[in-house]
């Protein structure tokens, strides 16, 4: 095809250019670098503070320590901080601080993910009913004691994940043969209320009180269990799916002119959304597992992305994910630290503060859009 | 240069069978008009030769093969399309999502290059949207919109065009530029297929009109040849004729038949 000249092309708009939304739109490199800081900085903050305060420097010398290949104290000389403040550190809080960091990426690169390609505002990782499946697993191993014991400390993430598959299983055999989106994301919520009412039932009918404390406890979501070795399942998780997705990213993309425009630009879009959305419930699953169900993270933050970078996933999706991040980090330092005798759930934290800077951005936008 | 013929396509929508029997025939350096009222079939037509929909029966062919044994970014190469489905999120430019029409011309993971954004700044240029390439696609009005997806159809730089309603949103002054911009293209050798609902419009610029009555085509031809009063009496239920003025056909309408 020759080019077509200019007398051919329809009669020039007569509106000027206009630039603002591409201003707004701030470099890649930029944004991730200042959440990157943003992210070392909640990290170090979250491990400096809680009953016993550890100065900043001193937790940074603490890690440092730790992780250097090279033995430090041959060059900076001896520690200078008790075995108990660097247990605190390492062993505890730090563990903690990563874990919830991974679990707000996780979040919020599956919930950003989920609205691309369901193309809702709304969609959250838990649109296929991961949350409640696995709030079933929880609530069957601790009412029935299946497999209790055997697996330690584990258990209960091990329940939790199981548990987040059911839905999602039952929601692909679905979507084989339903090609629509709509009927897809119907089918998780009418499971999410399936699996909802079943958790109900085994806590009421077949538990005790005790047996529904725990269950609840763990359903309100929270960082308090946390350690290295829980730490590596949802790492791993978020690293393989995270680099799946970004594989993906011009997918993704296609998925912004429509499923009929994106099956003209080539592309197998039922096949694609029932594979996306199996990663989305993959990371929702694996943060589930070790941190119960955190909600407002994954359906806020993507939004929050898109403000700062746009919708292109290559750069939506790196964006939400040291987003989440860091905003999880920050919530689990409130929960921690609003009260001195107990711990808020994080879920209580994400909702307060998440509400009002959400509504605040869409104030913000909305009333520019008015102008 | 490539055909695009459909040969007694059947289709369904849900339970529905909305195609019975559909044959096309577009020529490589035509503009086909596909006219017919309301609920006709021509946008489902229009997704069968683009495998948005799996026939039931007969076959979509480019040339000598079969859509279904090709695969879908060869398709993608040879086929553009403009479909009329609405922007979905804002946080897009109409340079980024006109730039999504080169995708199948790169793999997944290959860069874009230069003559891809050259590609996509032609593509601006033809439909008049090189001033508004930075903005968001959602500060567009409804036309500019419905030409950020033809210039992505473009951007695609195939060998037969589909257009679904290519019109509908554009005003007077656009809807002109936009169907002599299709005469340019179909006289680089494009093979187009355009639906519209304007038959005047259709009469005046096409070189040939296909009419889809009940998801059968019952006439194609030049419009002189199809747009018979008999014919817009019984499928559109208007009374009208075509005559030449100055060497252009000009279809003039005189209202409803009665009853």
Not at chain 1, 225 to 230: E, L, P, T, V
Not at chain 1, 304 to 314: E, F, I, K, M, T
Request: charged residues 15%.
């Amino acid at each position: 095809m020759s080019t077509v000249t200019e007398t051919a092309s329809l009669t020039q708009s007569p509106t000027g250019s206009d630039s603002r939304r591409s201003d707004r739109r701030r470099s890649l490199a930029t944004v991730l670098t200042l959440l990157t800081a943003a992210l070392a900085l909640a990290v170090a903050t979250a491990v400096s503070l809680g009953t016993i305060t550890i100065p900043l420097g001193d937790v940074w010398a603490i890690v440092a320590y730790r992780i250097s290949p090279v033995p430090l104290d041959a060059i900076w000389g001896d520690r200078w901080w008790s075995a108990t403040r660097e247990a605190i550190v390492f062993e505890s809080r730090l563990p903690r601080a990563l874990t919830a960091a991974v679990v707000g990426a996780a979040l919020a690169v599956a919930g950003a993910v989920a609205q691309a390609v369901t193309r809702n505002p709304l969609a959250d990782p838990y649109l296929l009913g991961v949350s409640s499946g696995a709030g079933f697993g929880v609530a069957t191993v601790t009412v029935l004691g299946f497999g209790a014991g055997t697996l330690g400390i584990f258990t209960l993430p091990f329940a939790a994940f199981a548990g987040a598959l059911l839905p999602l299983a039952a929601t692909i055999v679905v979507s084989l043969r339903a090609h629509s989106v709509t009927a897809i994301v119907l089918v998780g919520v009418a499971l999410s209320m399936v699996f909802s009412s079943l958790v109900t039932f085994v806590l009421l009918v077949l538990g005790d009180v005790h047996q529904l404390g725990t269950v609840m406890q763990w359903l309100a979501g929270g960082f308090g269990d946390a350690n290295w070795r829980s730490l590596i399942a949802p790492t791993l998780v978020l690293i393989v799916t995270g680099t799946a997705i970004m594989l993906c990213s011009r997918r993704l993309n296609l998925l912004l002119a429509g499923d009929d425009g994106a099956t003209a630009l080539g592309m197998n879009v039922p096949r694609f959304r029932v594979l996306i959305l199996l990663a989305v419930s993959l990371l929702a699953a694996a943060a589930v597992a070790v941190s119960g169900t955190i909600g407002f993270v994954g359906l806020l933050v993507p939004h929050l992305a898109a403000y700062l970078v746009g919708r292109n996933a290559a750069r939506l999706v790196p964006t939400a994910g040291l987003l989440g991040a860091v905003a999880l980090v920050l919530a689990d330092i409130l929960a921690r630290s609003l009260s001195n005798t107990t711990e808020l759930p994080i879920g209580v934290i994400t909702g307060l503060v998440g509400g009002p800077i959400f509504i605040a951005m869409l104030w913000r936008r909305y009333s520019q859009d008015s102008r | 240069m490539t055909r695009l013929r459909a040969f007694g396509v059947q289709a369904r929508l849900g339970e529905r069978t909305v195609l019975h029997g559909a044959d096309l025939d577009v020529a490589p350096g035509e503009v086909l008009a596909l006219v017919g009222p309301n609920g006709s079939g021509k946008t489902t037509l229009l997704r069968t030769c683009y495998r948005a929909l799996t026939v039931t029966e007969g076959a979509i062919m480019l040339d000598d093969k079969n859509i279904h044994t090709l695969r879908r970014r060869r398709v993608a190469r040879i086929i553009g399309v403009s479909t009329q489905e609405p922007a979905a999120f804002g946080g897009v430019t109409v340079r980024e999502s006109v730039r999504l029409g080169r995708s199948a011309r790169r793999g997944w993971l290959e860069p874009f290059r230069t003559e891809d954004d050259d590609a996509v700044a032609r593509a601006l240029t033809q439909v008049s949207l090189t001033s508004q390439a930075d903005r968001d696609v959602t500060e567009l009005s409804g036309g500019e919109r419905q030409r950020v997806s033809i210039a992505r159809a473009l951007a695609q730089e195939p060998q037969v065009l589909l257009l679904d309603e290519p019109t509908n949103h554009l005003d007077l002054r656009h809807q002109l530029g936009m169907l002599e911009l299709l005469r340019t293209l179909a006289a680089d050798g494009l093979a187009v297929l355009v639906t519209l609902h304007d038959l005047r419009l259709a009469a005046e610029y096409c070189d040939r009109i296909a009419v889809l009555d009940a998801g059968r085509v019952v006439d194609a031809g030049t419009p002189e040849h199809v747009l018979t009063p008999d014919l817009l009496e019984t499928v559109f239920g208007v009374r009208g004729r075509i005559r030449t003025v100055g060497g252009r056909r000009v279809l003039d309408l005189y209202g409803l038949v009665d009853g």
